[in-house]
């Protein structure tokens, strides 16, 4: 089992950036890939990005590219997520999660997640 917690979500002006963070417990996260998903009221879970075990490949949905970039540190079990240029289409809840598959944009492929953390970006 792995247990993910994300953090660093709030209330930012359009522009500003955030990062979001997300911590494992109960099983190093090296082997797996991470990805970054999020649910806006009333939408559908999406992807974000994700990022392979050895942090040398990476994928973005086309509406966060050049604004957002994954990282990871597994020494320290921990993902992250840093967010610029935000927009108010950003609101949303985001989840990280963990797969062993690779690099894969649906969420039916993921098998651990974190609780969610909220972004609310304001106009």
């Known amino acids: 089992q792995v247990q993910l917690v994300e953090s660093g979500g709030g209330l930012v002006q359009t522009g500003g950036s955030l990062r979001l963070s997300c911590a494992a417990s109960?099983?190093?996260?090296?082997?797996?890939?991470m990805g970054w998903f999020r649910q806006a009221p009333g939408k559908e879970r999406e992807f974000v990005a994700t990022?392979?075990?050895?942090?040398?490949?990476?994928d973005y949905a086309d509406s966060v590219k050049g604004r957002f970039t994954i990282s990871r540190d597994n020494a320290k079990n921990t993902g992250y997520l840093q967010m610029n240029r935000l927009k108010p289409e950003d609101t949303a809840v985001y989840y990280c999660?963990?797969?062993?598959?690779?690099?894969?944009?649906?969420?039916?492929?993921?098998?651990?997640w974190g609780q969610g953390t909220q972004v609310t970006v304001s106009s």
């Open positions: 999660a963990v797969n062993k598959r690779g690099i894969e944009v649906l969420s039916s492929d993921y098998i651990y």
């Open positions: 990022i392979a075990w050895s942090g040398t490949r990476t």
């Open positions: 109960g099983r190093t996260i090296s082997p797996y890939t």
